[in-house]
């Protein structure tokens, strides 16, 4: 993720990523009480771009606020912010990874301190470019009545790294999760659509964290006439779906082949899927100047 040369953006100035210290009497090290975001940026025919950066800085306050972080960052700084740190890193097509922590503080009270990092790094397709195997996990999502769902905290991802591990150590590329009502609520990192008789479908929000590919891949099924629906549904209608596919900043578009071995009908190259994967691909790379013209 860094070498000797790698720069991060900190409270406001640039250091070197191996020069720069963490307390280890964080409230967020020890009990995840930090929030997060993962954002990409590609190079586009005449610029990089910051894929929907001001929506995921956005999230990222409301995260914070949400668990009662002080947020006190301007977001269209730390836009900029993201710019400059890619361009000091060289980099075009990569992973930004802003966090914002707490520390010192071993009480369970409100932060003492708070920071803001920013790192980024070159990453490939988070969950490779082949159909994913899926299982359906033992663990469910967390209640909304025990934690801020919406929000993308530290923590939650125990969750996320438990489900991921159960389903590698049973031989599956990724799980699926389920709500803590049985409901199919969402992948580990990644939001959940099927299709079936030619429309979409995908869990509604309230049980899940807001995605922003999912609210791009919604904008996208728009303009080319694909019908959407969300709601609450449950695993057992999965049996007669045509296709799926998971969405996420990290892995993007990328097709589902088979549910605990229980394969979708139809090939990925006749999904709905592959056609959203492909517009999304190509909305990513155009350059906001590009964008700006298409919405005049
Ligand atoms: N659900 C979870 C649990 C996630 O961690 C992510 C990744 N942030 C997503 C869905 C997809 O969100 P986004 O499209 O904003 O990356």
Known sequence: YYNNNTQIYLDG???KANESVTDLYGQTLHYGYGVFEGIRAYATENDTRVFKAK???DRLKNSAELINIPFKYNVQELVDAT?????KNNLTNA???PLVFCDPNMSLARPNKVSIMICAWEWGA?????QLRLT???YCRPHPRSIKIEA???GHYVNSILATNEAKDKGYDEALLLDSDGYLAEGPGANFFFEKNGVLYTPQLGNILPGITRATVLELAEKLRIEVKQGLYKPEVLVSADSAFYCGTAAEVIGIESIDEKKFRKEWKDSLGL???EAYSEFVRKSEKTLSKIHA
């Open 275 to 277: 056609k959203l994967q």
């Open 13 to 15: 100035t640039f250091v």
């Open 136 to 138: 359906v996990s033992f």
């Open 126 to 130: 988070y969950l490779g470019d082949k």
């Open 152 to 154: 993308k905290v530290c």
């Open 95 to 97: 992973y930004v990874r």
């Open 83 to 87: 710019y400059k740190l890619l361009e």
């Open 55 to 57: 929506e995921h800085y």
